[in-house]
């Protein structure tokens, strides 16, 4: 089994994914953002690969106006090598990787220019995946679009234009149930059909369930049933419900609770699990931890070390917890670890909290550091006093200061990028 994350990485720099207004589309800037974004993807595709993490969406952005006439740029020429790189390090890691194009590509519409429009937009996101020499098995990810008050000619308008496209457009389409139009039963009817792959998304049934109703088991099985040896192994989408926010929105992170009892009814173990989750990659190592054949502390340990000093920021009465937790060299207390500090995500911001992470942090440099940064420390850390500077001000110098003395252990911390 794999779990995976999408498009975004937390706590890992220079990670951004850059985009360009269309006035200021021209060959060179297009050139130049390209670049920054196919690095910021190695950059994802390390990390990945140094977390054993081996589940990925890319962003649709990788590059911009990819499907447009606007981009007159050749940029799986220009930029063939960079393609190449990255996709050796995804090949080499049996990473799966996938595109998920957004609401403007609606392969169902009944007007010809939306509908020519999606196919353009797939033919991009298949040629991104051909440039990372890829096989099959990594997969454009599409909902079946609108129903326009008549859903079956909707579903039979989408099977007519799947025929349009490109055979290698096709052999990476697979089709997700929604949570407004198109439910599971009628997305598997659908696949069954053109003989391709359902993603089952558990919120999206949970909120637009078909009327036979059943529950994710049932689901999970018949989808199952249409994914094939040459698509690689099932894969389903997995999130949960925000409280108090519109239906479908997505949790800030994975509770973990939850997540463990939708995992134990899994019948197939060796499922792929995409997350949609915002704190993305953590929420995949939190579940990846849990749910790990091989558990040892060291994991633990190391997931400590990322957000030990956010924690700290927050509570150190969790953070001595957490502390005394982990002395216990022979357990793996994932789930009492991961609660705690969830639970420390949930506290309020303190001011005196704030000062004591930040003289932690500084500790790493105070016998380095040059009278000058010494000053501008203190003077950040008296103006957030007084009210008159921010807690962002302070943390930006101590990450500058970091960076400068290349202290690796703070990099890969999150207390710079966790707000």
Not at 198 to 214: F, Q
Request: glycine share 4%; with cysteine.
């Amino acid at each position: 089994m794999s779990i995976g994350y999408a498009c975004l990485n937390i706590g890992t720099p220079d990670t951004n994914i850059r985009s360009v207004m269309q006035r200021n589309a021209t060959p060179e800037k297009l050139t130049e953002v390209i670049a920054h974004n196919l690095a910021a993807l190695e950059k994802m595709i390390d990390y990945n690969r140094k977390n054993n993490i081996q589940l990925f969406r890319i962003s649709s952005d990788l590059i911009p106006f990819g499907s447009s006439p606007v981009n007159t740029l050749p940029w799986w020429d220009v930029h063939a090598e960079a393609f190449q790189r990255i996709g050796a390090k995804i090949r080499k890691s049996s990473m799966r990787v996938s595109f998920h194009p957004g609401q403007y590509t609606v392969l169902n519409s009944p007007d010809e220019d939306v509908v020519a429009r999606a196919i353009l937009d797939l033919e991009y996101h298949a040629k991104m995946l051909e440039c990372l020499d890829v096989d099959n098995k990594n997969k454009i990810v599409l909902h079946v679009g609108g129903s326009y008050g008549d859903k079956a000619a909707a579903l039979e308008r989408f099977a007519t234009n799947f025929k349009r496209l490109p055979e290698s457009v096709q052999n990476r389409l697979i089709i997700e149930n929604d949570d407004r139009l198109h439910n599971i039963e009628d997305v598997l009817g659908l696949a069954f059909r053109l003989q391709i792959p359902a993603v089952y998304d558990n919120l999206h049934h949970a909120i637009n369930p078909p009327p036979a109703g059943a529950d994710d088991r049932y689901w999970i099985a018949a989808a199952a049933k249409t994914w094939k040896a040459k698509d690689g192994r099932q894969k389903i989408h997995y999130s949960q419900q925000a409280l108090g926010k519109r239906p479908g929105a997505h949790t800030d992170t994975i509770q973990l609770d939850t997540f463990l009892t939708f995992h134990e009814q899994l019948e197939d173990k060796q499922i792929d699990i995409m997350l949609e989750v915002k704190d993305k990659n953590l929420s995949a190592i939190k579940c990846q931890n849990a749910t790990t054949t091989a558990p040892k502390p060291v994991l633990l340990e190391k997931e400590w070390g990322r957000y030990k000093y956010t924690v700290l920021e927050r509570s150190p009465a969790i953070y001595q917890a957490i502390r005394t937790l982990l002395k216990d060299k022979e357990a793996y207390p994932v789930q009492e670890f991961y609660h705690l500090i969830d639970t420390a995500f949930a506290e309020e911001l303190h001011p005196g909290q704030t000062e004591n992470a930040a003289a932690h942090v500084w500790g790493y440099f105070k016998k380095h550091a040059t009278e000058t940064e010494r000053k501008q420390y203190e003077k950040n850390l008296a103006n957030y006093r007084n009210g008159s500077g921010t807690r962002a001000t302070l943390k930006r110098h101590l990450f500058r200061l970091a960076q400068k003395y290349e202290s690796e252990y703070l990099l890969q911390s999150l207390y710079f990028y966790l707000s």
